[in-house]
Protein backbone atom coordinates (compact mmCIF):
# COMPACT_ATOMS: atom_id res chain seq x y z
CA UNK A 1 0.00 0.00 0.00
CA UNK A 2 2.87 1.61 -0.10
CA UNK A 3 1.83 3.42 -3.58
CA UNK A 4 -1.61 5.32 -1.80
CA UNK A 5 -2.30 7.12 0.98
CA UNK A 6 -5.26 6.31 3.05
CA UNK A 7 -7.27 8.64 4.65
CA UNK A 8 -9.68 6.82 6.55
CA UNK A 9 -12.55 8.69 8.57
CA UNK A 10 -15.27 7.68 10.75
CA UNK A 11 -18.29 8.56 8.59
CA UNK A 12 -19.53 8.16 4.77
CA UNK A 13 -20.54 12.17 5.97
CA UNK A 14 -16.73 13.00 7.34
CA UNK A 15 -15.67 11.37 3.76
CA UNK A 16 -17.29 13.30 1.24
CA UNK A 17 -16.56 16.37 3.32
CA UNK A 18 -12.71 14.97 2.74
CA UNK A 19 -13.48 14.60 -0.93
CA UNK A 20 -14.73 18.00 -1.24
CA UNK A 21 -12.04 19.62 -0.07
CA UNK A 22 -10.03 17.77 -2.25
CA UNK A 23 -12.14 18.38 -5.57
CA UNK A 24 -12.07 22.33 -4.39
CA UNK A 25 -8.34 21.94 -3.70
CA UNK A 26 -7.51 21.38 -7.27
CA UNK A 27 -10.30 23.62 -8.09
CA UNK A 28 -8.13 26.30 -6.72
CA UNK A 29 -5.11 25.24 -8.81
CA UNK A 30 -6.91 25.06 -11.63
CA UNK A 31 -6.17 22.86 -14.73
CA UNK A 32 -7.55 19.86 -16.10
CA UNK A 33 -10.04 18.28 -13.89
CA UNK A 34 -11.84 14.86 -14.42
CA UNK A 35 -15.27 13.63 -12.63
CA UNK A 36 -17.08 10.14 -11.89
CA UNK A 37 -20.71 9.04 -11.94
CA UNK A 38 -21.91 6.92 -8.72
CA UNK A 39 -23.80 7.55 -6.02
CA UNK A 40 -20.79 8.22 -3.61
CA UNK A 41 -19.92 10.97 -5.09
CA UNK A 42 -23.14 13.09 -5.83
CA UNK A 43 -22.87 14.93 -2.31
CA UNK A 44 -19.70 15.63 -2.77
CA UNK A 45 -20.07 17.26 -5.78
CA UNK A 46 -23.14 19.61 -3.98
CA UNK A 47 -20.85 20.50 -1.47
CA UNK A 48 -17.96 21.52 -3.40
CA UNK A 49 -20.55 23.71 -5.40
CA UNK A 50 -21.04 25.47 -2.10
CA UNK A 51 -17.35 26.00 -1.02
CA UNK A 52 -16.17 26.53 -4.68
CA UNK A 53 -19.12 28.63 -6.96
CA UNK A 54 -15.98 29.40 -9.19
CA UNK A 55 -14.90 27.13 -11.80
CA UNK A 56 -13.88 29.16 -14.40
CA UNK A 57 -9.84 27.92 -14.41
CA UNK A 58 -10.64 25.03 -14.71
CA UNK A 59 -11.60 22.30 -17.75
CA UNK A 60 -13.46 19.43 -17.02
CA UNK A 61 -13.84 15.98 -18.43
CA UNK A 62 -15.24 12.93 -17.10
CA UNK A 63 -13.25 9.34 -16.33
CA UNK A 64 -16.40 7.98 -18.16
CA UNK A 65 -19.39 7.48 -19.41
CA UNK A 66 -22.61 5.69 -20.13
CA UNK A 67 -23.05 5.67 -23.64
CA UNK A 68 -26.69 7.62 -23.73
CA UNK A 69 -27.36 10.90 -24.42
CA UNK A 70 -26.94 13.42 -22.03
CA UNK A 71 -30.60 14.31 -20.33
CA UNK A 72 -30.81 10.61 -20.18
CA UNK A 73 -30.51 9.58 -15.97
CA UNK A 74 -27.70 7.26 -16.59
CA UNK A 75 -25.97 10.01 -18.04
CA UNK A 76 -22.71 10.57 -15.85
CA UNK A 77 -23.05 14.00 -17.45
CA UNK A 78 -25.99 14.58 -16.22
CA UNK A 79 -25.45 13.72 -12.58
CA UNK A 80 -22.18 16.03 -12.67
CA UNK A 81 -24.35 18.63 -14.12
CA UNK A 82 -27.34 18.73 -11.82
CA UNK A 83 -25.20 18.34 -8.34
CA UNK A 84 -22.52 20.37 -9.40
CA UNK A 85 -22.57 22.21 -12.54
CA UNK A 86 -26.53 24.17 -12.40
CA UNK A 87 -25.35 24.96 -8.85
CA UNK A 88 -22.00 27.29 -9.17
CA UNK A 89 -21.81 30.72 -10.48
CA UNK A 90 -18.89 30.79 -12.88
CA UNK A 91 -18.67 27.62 -15.05
CA UNK A 92 -15.47 25.55 -16.03
CA UNK A 93 -13.88 27.90 -19.34
CA UNK A 94 -14.49 24.23 -21.06
CA UNK A 95 -16.77 21.18 -20.39
CA UNK A 96 -15.35 18.04 -21.97
CA UNK A 97 -18.44 15.67 -22.10
CA UNK A 98 -18.59 12.08 -24.17
CA UNK A 99 -20.94 12.71 -26.24
CA UNK A 100 -22.98 9.49 -25.81
CA UNK A 101 -25.63 10.46 -28.37
CA UNK A 102 -23.03 8.76 -30.57
CA UNK A 103 -22.50 5.14 -31.59
CA UNK A 104 -19.70 3.99 -28.67
CA UNK A 105 -16.80 3.48 -30.91
CA UNK A 106 -17.49 7.06 -32.67
CA UNK A 107 -18.23 8.38 -29.32
CA UNK A 108 -14.96 6.99 -28.33
CA UNK A 109 -13.05 8.03 -30.97
CA UNK A 110 -14.50 11.86 -30.63
CA UNK A 111 -12.95 12.00 -27.20
CA UNK A 112 -9.81 9.64 -27.58
CA UNK A 113 -8.67 12.58 -30.11
CA UNK A 114 -10.48 15.62 -27.88
CA UNK A 115 -8.14 14.10 -25.04
CA UNK A 116 -4.40 14.68 -27.07
CA UNK A 117 -1.75 16.49 -25.71
CA UNK A 118 -4.22 16.67 -22.23
CA UNK A 119 -2.34 16.07 -18.93
CA UNK A 120 -5.30 15.47 -15.93
CA UNK A 121 -4.20 17.39 -12.78
CA UNK A 122 -7.08 15.61 -10.66
CA UNK A 123 -9.74 12.71 -10.90
CA UNK A 124 -12.45 10.84 -8.59
CA UNK A 125 -12.90 7.60 -8.95
CA UNK A 126 -14.70 5.34 -6.98
CA UNK A 127 -15.04 1.27 -6.56
CA UNK A 128 -17.27 -1.04 -7.85
CA UNK A 129 -18.31 -4.11 -6.21
CA UNK A 130 -16.69 -6.53 -8.37
CA UNK A 131 -13.52 -4.48 -8.37
CA UNK A 132 -13.55 -2.25 -11.46
CA UNK A 133 -12.66 1.52 -11.48
CA UNK A 134 -13.76 3.77 -13.90
CA UNK A 135 -15.09 1.60 -16.68
CA UNK A 136 -12.90 -0.88 -16.95
CA UNK A 137 -13.84 -4.07 -15.29
CA UNK A 138 -12.08 -7.32 -13.95
CA UNK A 139 -9.62 -9.07 -16.63
CA UNK A 140 -11.36 -6.96 -19.69
CA UNK A 141 -9.48 -6.63 -22.53
CA UNK A 142 -9.63 -2.95 -21.98
CA UNK A 143 -7.01 -3.36 -19.34
CA UNK A 144 -4.44 -4.15 -21.91
CA UNK A 145 -4.88 -1.11 -24.07
CA UNK A 146 -1.93 1.00 -24.68
CA UNK A 147 -2.58 3.08 -27.67
CA UNK A 148 -5.68 4.85 -26.49
CA UNK A 149 -6.55 7.57 -24.84
CA UNK A 150 -9.91 6.63 -24.61
CA UNK A 151 -12.06 3.68 -25.47
CA UNK A 152 -15.34 2.16 -25.74
CA UNK A 153 -16.06 -1.01 -23.54
CA UNK A 154 -19.13 -3.19 -23.48
CA UNK A 155 -21.94 -3.55 -21.17
CA UNK A 156 -20.09 -4.96 -18.08
CA UNK A 157 -22.24 -3.81 -14.69
CA UNK A 158 -25.33 -2.20 -14.20
CA UNK A 159 -27.30 -0.70 -15.89
CA UNK A 160 -26.00 -2.27 -18.55
CA UNK A 161 -25.04 -0.22 -21.21
CA UNK A 162 -21.77 0.30 -22.95
CA UNK A 163 -19.35 3.09 -22.09
CA UNK A 164 -16.75 4.90 -22.75
CA UNK A 165 -13.28 5.41 -20.42
CA UNK A 166 -10.16 6.89 -20.10
CA UNK A 167 -7.37 4.58 -20.49
CA UNK A 168 -4.97 2.55 -17.94
CA UNK A 169 -2.33 4.49 -19.61
CA UNK A 170 -4.05 7.82 -19.75
CA UNK A 171 -4.91 7.80 -16.49
CA UNK A 172 -1.50 6.63 -14.94
CA UNK A 173 -0.38 10.23 -15.52
CA UNK A 174 -3.01 12.04 -13.45
CA UNK A 175 -1.19 13.86 -11.12
CA UNK A 176 -3.47 13.56 -8.16
CA UNK A 177 -5.93 10.84 -8.07
CA UNK A 178 -8.46 10.14 -5.22
CA UNK A 179 -10.98 7.22 -4.51
CA UNK A 180 -13.76 7.56 -2.70
CA UNK A 181 -15.29 4.59 -0.92
CA UNK A 182 -18.17 4.19 1.27
CA UNK A 183 -19.91 1.48 3.45
CA UNK A 184 -19.66 -2.10 4.25
CA UNK A 185 -20.10 -3.65 1.21
CA UNK A 186 -17.23 -1.72 -0.39
CA UNK A 187 -14.95 -3.37 2.32
CA UNK A 188 -14.27 -6.75 0.20
CA UNK A 189 -12.78 -4.58 -3.48
CA UNK A 190 -11.26 -1.96 -0.92
CA UNK A 191 -9.11 -5.12 0.74
CA UNK A 192 -8.15 -6.28 -3.18
CA UNK A 193 -7.35 -3.00 -4.52
CA UNK A 194 -5.28 -1.36 -1.35
CA UNK A 195 -4.04 -4.31 0.30
CA UNK A 196 -3.70 -7.22 -2.03
CA UNK A 197 -1.19 -7.65 -5.12
CA UNK A 198 -2.47 -5.82 -8.05
CA UNK A 199 -4.07 -7.91 -9.95
CA UNK A 200 -6.45 -7.46 -13.71
CA UNK A 201 -9.37 -9.39 -11.37
CA UNK A 202 -9.17 -6.15 -9.71
CA UNK A 203 -8.69 -2.96 -12.25
CA UNK A 204 -8.77 -0.60 -9.18
CA UNK A 205 -5.78 -1.84 -7.92
CA UNK A 206 -3.56 -1.39 -10.93
CA UNK A 207 -5.16 2.13 -12.07
CA UNK A 208 -3.06 4.91 -9.71
CA UNK A 209 -2.18 8.02 -10.68
CA UNK A 210 1.57 9.77 -9.63
CA UNK A 211 -0.12 10.65 -6.40
CA UNK A 212 -3.12 8.11 -5.23
CA UNK A 213 -5.03 9.19 -1.87
CA UNK A 214 -8.17 7.08 -1.15
CA UNK A 215 -10.50 8.04 1.08
CA UNK A 216 -12.89 5.33 3.28
CA UNK A 217 -15.11 5.71 6.08
CA UNK A 218 -14.03 3.04 8.75
CA UNK A 219 -17.06 0.61 6.86
CA UNK A 220 -15.15 0.64 3.91
CA UNK A 221 -12.20 0.33 5.66
CA UNK A 222 -13.04 -2.25 7.67
CA UNK A 223 -11.16 -5.16 6.36
CA UNK A 224 -7.91 -3.46 6.08
CA UNK A 225 -5.47 -4.74 8.82
CA UNK A 226 -4.26 -2.36 11.56
CA UNK A 227 -0.77 -3.36 10.20
CA UNK A 228 -2.15 -2.26 6.85
CA UNK A 229 -2.59 1.18 7.94
CA UNK A 230 -0.78 3.72 8.67
CA UNK A 231 0.01 5.60 11.84
CA UNK A 232 -1.32 8.64 9.96
CA UNK A 233 -4.81 7.09 8.65
CA UNK A 234 -7.78 8.99 10.89
CA UNK A 235 -10.15 11.48 10.34
CA UNK A 236 -7.53 13.85 8.02
Known amino acids: MSDVELVVVDSAAEAIEATAARIAAAVDAGGHIALSG ?16 DWSRVELWWVDERVVPPT ?3 SN ?17 AVHRVHGE ?20 FALLG ?23 ALAVPAGFAPFVPRVTMSLPLLSEVATMV ?28 VRGRHTIAILDRAAASRLSASALPASAGGQ
Request: no cysteine.
Open 38 to 53: GGSPRPAYERVSVLRP
Open 72 to 74: DER
Open 77 to 93: YRLVRESLLDGIARLPK
Open 102 to 121: LEPEAAAARYDEELAGVAID
Open 127 to 149: IGGDGHTASLFPNAESLAVEDRR
Open 179 to 206: YLVLGADKAEPVERAFAQPPSPATPASL
